[in-house]
T-cell receptor, first 118, second 113 residues
């Protein structure tokens, strides 16, 4: 299998506080994980690529000091939204890359985390 | 610039009828193409992919897609739609020599009983 979980599934926080979202690959090791953001009725936007044991690579326009990513183990990446504001409210989805024997690989997606900042 | 286009925001089809969800792409090099489905408040589920080989790719839940290089298209199809197929469908392309996926804007499929 290739199951990716996210925790929490939804969170409400007050403006100015920080929120941590976890992404776990449950039955495989993932050296690379990805964080996406999805606005209502819109497509997924890649925010950053998270590599185990090294710094994340952020996409253009994504504030790395606001969206802190840590990939401390082969099965866990975390996204921390610091000093959250209402405009950070969104659906955050992670994915994990799994390799197959033929050197092909796929991204498996988590169920998403709905963040609402009040 | 590399991109993926899904020209239809919504597709409506009656249950039992065939369905097509359109996707065109613009990439340099050989494309890796994907279809994903998303149910409300859920992450994406993989349906199928094209990397090389047979232009007709069969995937999960009875879906298939046809890769057409000359038309740069990768339309998703199903011979007989089910009400439970109603969801948001995303076409995506993996950029050459990277892990990054670029997603289309999504097409909402509505299957009516």
């Amino acid at each position: 299998g290739a199951v990716v979980s996210q925790h929490p599934s939804w969170v409400i926080c007050k403006s100015g506080t920080s929120v941590k979202i976890e992404c776990r690959s449950l039955d495989f090791q993932a050296t690379t994980m990805f964080w996406y953001r999805q606005f209502p009725k819109q497509s997924l936007m890649l925010m950053a690529t998270s590599n185990e044991g090294s710094k994340a690579t952020y996409e253009q326009g994504v504030e790395k000091d606001k969206f802190l990513i840590n990939h401390a183990s082969l099965t866990l990446s975390t996204l921390t939204v610091t000093s959250a504001h209402p405009e950070d409210s969104s659906f955050y989805i992670c994915s994990a890359r799994k390799f197959f024997r033929d050197r092909d690989y796929e991204q498996y997606f988590g169920p998403g985390t709905r963040l609402t900042v009040t | 610039a590399q991109s993926v286009a899904q020209p239809e925001d919504q597709v409506n089809v009656a249950e039992g009828n065939p369905l097509t969800v359109k996707c065109t792409y613009s990439v340099s090099g050989n494309p890796y193409l994907f279809w994903y489905v998303q149910y409300p408040n859920r992450g994406l589920q993989f349906l199928l992919k094209y990397i090389t080989g047979d232009n007709l790719v069969k995937g999960s839940y009875g879906f298939e897609a046809e890769f057409n290089k000359s038309q740069t298209s990768f339309h998703l199809k199903k011979p007989s739609a089910l009400v439970s197929d109603s969801a948001l469908y995303f076409c995506a392309v993996r950029l050459s020599n990277t892990d990054k996926l670029i997603f289309g804007t999504g097409t909402r499929l509505q299957v009516f009983p």
